[in-house]
């Protein structure tokens, strides 16, 4: 039987690293595709580098697109501070088109080499403000994605897949601990130290911690 | 009156300095985009630079994106010999996805600095067979671009302008000549030599020069 590919947007966070086992799990050939868009914490490409590997990817690959030249987010402009509180509008670390940026560019793979699925780890229980991550957006792409292309047909077309769009944080880690993953490798600090350690008090520091609590299981984080 | 902005993505070619003057003439600061994409033709960028200094482009950014990495294209992969023969498929030349990672780097920007239109140069015409040409696939890009980000709305929606898509090469050089744009600055070979002098039998050289022909007006164009 031909081998099946996938395309894996992979960021070194727990979600991409979850979605990485999912695809693996389905009988994907993953290939794993983290996008270097001038973001804060460099710690993130080294390890989504480390998890491809631990995991089994077929290949990884890190594209870099300056989409940090024009600022406008928290993650990419040095000069607007990681805020340590909630708040109810879309979040300043949200980064002006990001997610359609690295969808474009896994398309762009999936179509070279003959791959019709890619994966994500988009979810709005936790990010619900990032318009980006709204499944009105996400089916949108897709039609897109299917007339943009050589490849997407009727008969076979791309598919997008966020298979923990509905999923809690805990969930996640559940479901990512009974496949196996060490969730150590991860890293999913906005503002971690020179050392790769997480803060502690950015929302996603506050996001994860919560994740480990409510799932019952241990938090493996190295916190500064 | 508060300035409006466009983003302009401009390659150095017939087609998109003309789309740049089009935005130009119609009162748009324009903030010109090119995207290097490992293309052959390094001449293009270069030109794109200096025909966004002429036409008074209020800036100009070029932003690197290797999507060259995995090949698939004559005009990305050195593997593949550009055609110098017509052929009624998709072509050698199509770079997978290629427009889809421009207009979504396109909206990055254009979102970051509050501007609502970009303008590409996108044509049906002399470029029949490229998927990302066609007019279904443009009104599927601008609405998933809404639904992506922050800024868009029904209020103040992105728009995407293709303002030469119906046009010919004839036309859409007659319209650039009244708009006084001097298109020996502009590049459309797919293979130039060293020195950036159009090969005269790829198919985008045997366009323009028919272009010119059929509009009358003294092909400027330096071949080798």
Redesign the interface.
């Known amino acids: 039987m031909k081998e099946k590919k996938a395309i894996v947007l992979l960021s070194g966070g727990i979600d991409s690293t979850t979605v990485l086992a999912l695809a693996k799990s389905h009988g994907f050939a993953c290939y794993a595709l983290s996008v270097s868009y001038g973001q804060r914490c460099q710690h993130e490409l080294d390890s989504a580098k480390n998890i491809a590997s631990q995991l089994g990817a077929k290949t990884h690959?890190i594209?870099?697109?300056?989409?940090n030249?024009?600022?406008?987010s928290a993650l990419t402009d040095h000069s607007i501070d990681v805020p340590h509180t909630d708040s109810d509008d879309?979040p300043v670390t949200?980064?002006?088109?990001?997610?359609?940026?690295m969808?474009?560019?896994a398309?762009?793979?999936?179509?070279?080499?003959g791959a019709y699925d890619v994966f994500y780890g988009a979810n709005i229980v936790d990010y619900s403000n990032y318009?980006?991550c709204?499944p009105?957006?996400l089916s949108?792409?897709e039609?897109?994605?299917n007339?943009?292309?050589?490849e997407?047909t009727e008969q076979r077309p791309f598919r997008f897949h966020a298979p923990l769009l509905q999923m809690t944080k805990a969930e996640i880690i559940q479901e990512g601990t009974t496949l196996g993953i060490d969730y150590s490798m991860t890293i999913s600090c906005y503002d971690p130290d020179p050392q790769g350690r997480a803060c502690r008090h950015c929302e996603s520091c506050r996001i994860r911690a919560k994740g480990f609590s409510e799932a019952g299981i241990k938090d493996v984080t190295c916190y500064v």
Chains 1, 2 share one sequence.
């Open positions: 690959r594209i870099d697109v300056a989409i030249n024009w600022g406008g879309i949200y980064v002006p088109a990001r997610n359609t940026v969808l474009s560019i398309l762009s793979w999936a179509e070279a080499i318009p980006d709204r009105d957006y949108a792409f039609k897109m994605a007339l943009a292309t050589r997407g």
